[in-house]
């Protein structure tokens, strides 16, 4: 199950705490993404990332902040502005990022507001 | 932006009948048409693709039909067999060449 590694898989946040979810890949992708999954809503896009120190915002980007520093690494910020934090996150990669390839998943993280 | 739909929401199977589950898009420009299956606890995993250069695709018991004039793809799983359960997502690139997904289908395959 290697590949793509995300941490931790379950995670609290307390009101007004910023928390931070790790992504990690060693499949040596230019792409890396954030999604957000709610029950009966499918996949969101939170952010995506095509090249190093370069990233977009996705569909659902207001409360949430990313950083790409390296490629093998892609973290998520869900701060305190993000009112509704509570969901599944999923972080994928995929070889370049047009969009028209595989999508790597990692096994999620569980966030819950205390 | 593109919109993709999904239906049904959920579906239950008996063992060892067929399994279909429809999409519809709305950006005619799009040129891949990918399904993913989510078993319970576990990751999104590509399970078939199709590109618009070809009309069907098929994997063992599962196949995926495409119709770029209606703008509608399809999932079909023949012969369900329990580890068939799982949520299935449709999805289909936007002109940023970002995917957007389908609300997913949950199949339930019962003995």
């Known amino acids: 199950d290697g590949g793509i590694t995300q941490s931790p898989k379950y995670l609290f946040r307390k009101e007004g705490q910023n928390v931070t979810l790790s992504c990690e890949q060693n499949?040596?992708?230019?792409?890396m993404y954030w999604y957000r999954q709610d029950p009966g809503q499918g996949l969101r896009l939170i952010y995506y990332?095509?090249?190093?120190?370069?990233?977009q915002k996705g569909d659902i980007a207001e409360g949430y902040s990313v950083s790409r520093e390296k490629k093998e690494s892609f973290p998520l910020t869900v701060t305190s502005a993000q009112k509704n934090p509570t969901a599944f996150y999923l972080c994928?990669?995929?070889?370049?990022?047009?969009?028209?390839?595989?999508?790597?998943f990692g096994s999620g993280t569980q966030l819950s507001v205390l | 932006g593109e919109n993709v739909e999904q239906h049904p929401s959920t579906l239950s199977v008996q063992e060892g009948d067929s399994a279909v589950i429809k999409c519809t898009y709305s950006d005619s420009a799009s040129n891949y048409f990918p399904w993913y299956k989510q078993e319970l606890g576990k990751r999104p995993q590509l399970i078939i693709d199709i590109r618009s250069n070809v009309g069907e695709k098929k994997d063992q018991r599962i196949a995926v039909t495409l119709n770029k004039t209606a703008k509608h793809f399809s999932l079909h799983i023949t012969e369900t067999q329990p580890e068939d359960s799982a949520v299935y997502f449709c999805a289909a690139p936007d002109s940023w060449g970002k995917l957007q997904f389908g609300a997913g289908t949950q199949v339930v395959v019962t003995p």
């Open positions: 994928a990669s995929s070889g370049t990022g047009t969009g028209e390839e595989k999508l790597f």
């Open positions: 990332s095509q090249i190093v120190n370069d990233f």
């Open positions: 499949l040596n992708h230019d792409a």
